[in-house]
């Protein structure tokens, strides 16, 4: 497999898409941050002293989305049609699962931007507890799955699922 964002000399460079097609491009990411028993009682009764710990979050993740291309250097700058950040939230796990959902009619996917919306919206819930307790853990960022484009659908299975 050749890498696309490097010329023939290794030079790094930004893919032309200048030639593909426009089509509608979704992507889903998640992640999860793990927190204290006293870090989930704190986001639950609404006591974090910085404010509303998810809906911040919730608006920091769909921030990050309009601004990936300024943090990775080789992504296109988007114009999304959309972007979604929601949470699910496992009190008895100590667990918070974030998920985004992005989407574009463009020439290339939003895979990137929901992986950002996802990773902005996890270290904005550290940020907002870690007054509380630092020992919070973000894990398993990923896409989940993807549609759009030349390579078409892809679906992240867990062990086990066909």
């Known amino acids: 497999m050749e890498f696309s964002h490097f010329d023939a000399k290794g030079n790094a460079r930004m893919v032309d898409v200048s030639h593909k097609e426009i089509t509608r491009r979704t992507a889903v990411a998640e992640g999860t941050i793990e927190v204290s028993p006293q870090v989930m009682e704190a986001i639950a009764g609404g006591r974090v002293k910085k404010g509303d710990v998810l809906t911040v979050a919730q608006v920091a993740g769909i921030a990050a989305t309009k601004r990936t291309a300024d943090l990775i250097p080789m992504c296109h700058p988007l114009s999304l049609t959309n972007a979604e950040v929601t949470f699910e939230v496992k009190e008895e796990e100590g667990e918070i699962r974030a998920l985004c959902r992005a989407v574009t009619d463009g020439k290339t996917g939003v895979e990137m931007e929901a992986l950002t919306g996802v990773s902005a919206a996890l270290l904005t819930i550290y940020d907002m507890c870690k ?27 867990e062990e086990g699922e066909k």
Not at 132 to 157: A, N, P, Q, T
């Open 131 to 157: 007054a509380i307790d630092k020992r919070m853990r973000i894990r398993d960022i990923h896409l989940v799955e993807k549609s759009g484009g030349r390579s078409g659908e892809f679906r992240f299975l």
